[in-house]
């Protein structure tokens, strides 16, 4: 049985793009999601959307959980300030467009 697993795509959709593309081919007979589909990038809708129409699978990861429950924590381990204040916007963005 072959499995492919995929995580942290970030609501990077060209990434889950090329993703896709490359798994395709290898006739896998399933494919599981281990979490983080949105945070830090620009489309968390789009990258959800596509996972629901293959039917994947999928954990929630901690930016995941935090998005879940329109939290301001990601649960993220931001080492410095600078980290911890981009974190803080990425999540409100996500926040505010999910």
């Known amino acids: 049985m072959k499995i ?17 593309k490359d798994v395709e081919p290898r006739n896998t007979d399933a494919i599981y999601c281990l979490g983080d589909l949105v945070g830090y990038n620009i489309w968390p809708n789009e990258v959800i959307d596509e996972i629901r129409k293959r039917g994947i699978p999928t954990i929630a990861g901690n930016y995941d959980f ?7 924590d990601c649960g993220c381990a931001y080492k410095t300030d600078e980290e911890k204040a981009m974190g803080k916007i990425s999540i409100a963005y996500t926040n505010e467009i999910v």
């Open 66 to 72: 935090g998005i879940g429950r329109s939290s301001d």
């Open 4 to 20: 492919a697993l995929f995580s942290d795509i970030h609501a990077n959709l060209p990434a889950l793009e090329a993703f896709f």
